[in-house]
């Protein structure tokens, strides 16, 4: 079998796992991550998020990861949603949350994918394979870029003509030398209706992102209090955020999910029950999500920087009653939202 006949039966065998577009680039394809990633870092736009720093080496260097690797397969899966999921934004009394964190993990989803994939193609082609999705340091976006799934928007994220940008990124490293593709380029134009639509204004400049000031970041990685000047700008986003992703016109041309397990189990609960929530009770409701991840106390500090936001006087008895919360952050969260809402 050639390389090109066996690439044929990879794109086969990805459609026919569920994967939405592939496309294969070479280890060291993007030479300039190095130095943007340099700058992002210098920058301090990575906040708390240390583990890039000390990866820097292998996150800005895709050959350096597996120098044995010939080619890197990337594959993309959509997760389209099938309602608006910036309805949610104006319902105060309830949580919005990000559509990919709604059904569920998809490093579960994805990565057996991957590994069902993976398998099959390196007993076709006698190679070796490491499979990642995002659990490594690999720079997916650039690589995916190069691959010519699509290209990173102004937004930093991914898209793509024919999936708009609702889709996750696996790759595939492989020894197998297989027919590279072209990149992709920018077809963003002079639109700037991502940039424009994100509530902290979290881009100092298009496709550059400041992770201190974006709530994906704040609600997820940043530990401790959230600086008092964005809470109220999060309103009820509480795991997540949508707002760029959903403005990007591209979005015309997306496609159904083909798997039920991105069917959206959390949905739009109120912010009154998930305030409420003990780390056991926590646990149990977001099992088998990627909301379990930051935990019950950093969970419930965004319930009541939502709360705090809702300008809903009934929801400050359920919020005072953590001002003794044995977790800090979430005591003052408690006192902020109880302060907001009573007008002090």
């Known amino acids: 079998m050639t390389m090109q006949s066996l690439k044929d039966s990879l794109i ?27 700058a992002f870092l210098a920058a ?22 597996w120098p044995e690797a010939r080619s890197v397969i990337m594959l993309a899966e959509v997760y389209t949603p099938e309602a608006d999921p910036m309805a949610v934004i104006s319902q105060p009394d309830r949580a919005a949350v990000s559509v990919y964190a709604q059904g569920r993990d998809y490093h579960d989803l994805v990565k057996r994918r991957l590994k069902r994939l993976g398998g ?47 889709f996750f990124l696996g790759a595939i490293f492989t020894t197998a030398d297989l027919p590279k593709d072209a990149p992709e380029v920018s077809h963003c134009g002079s639109c700037t209706a991502c940039l424009d639509a994100c509530p902290t204004k979290a881009f100092p400049a298009p496709y550059r992102l400041d992770a201190r000031r974006c ?12 600086d008092l000047d964005l ?6 986003r ?14 015309k ?28 009770a926590f646990r149990l409701r977001f099992a088998g999500s990627p909301i379990k991840r930051i935990g019950r106390d950093r969970f419930v500090r965004n319930v009541l ?13 359920p919020a005072a009653a953590l001002q003794g919360d044995a977790d800090p952050v979430v005591a003052e969260a408690a006192a902020w939202a109880v302060a907001r809402l009573r007008g002090q």
């Open 231 to 236: 809470r109220a700008l999060m309103g009820n």
């Open 44 to 65: 301090d736009h990575h906040g708390q998020m240390a583990w890039m720093v000390e990866r820097e080496h292998w996150r800005g260097n895709a050959a350096a990861l």
């Open 238 to 251: 509480i795991y997540g955020c949508d707002d760029c992703l959903a403005a990007c016109p591209w979005n």
């Open 253 to 280: 041309f997306a496609q159904a999910s083909r798997d039920i397990g991105y069917q959206p189990k959390v949905g739009a609960p109120e912010l009154a029950d998930l305030v409420q929530l003990d780390d056991a």
């Open 305 to 317: 920087y939502a709360i705090g936001n809702s300008a809903l006087p009934e929801l400050a008895g």
């Open 120 to 166: 099959w193609f390196a007993t076709a082609a006698q190679a070796e394979i490491k499979v990642f999705v995002d659990t490594a340091p690999v720079m997916e976006k650039p690589l995916a870029e190069a691959a010519g799934l699509g290209w990173q928007g102004k937004h930093t994220n991914l898209l793509a003509r024919d999936l708009g940008n609702w």
């Open 12 to 38: 086969l065998r990805a459609t026919e796992e569920g994967f939405s577009k592939l496309g294969i680039c070479a280890p060291d394809a993007v030479p300039e991550t190095a130095g943007r990633l340099r």
């Open 215 to 226: 709530i994906s970041y704040l609600t997820i990685e940043h530990k401790g209090p959230v």
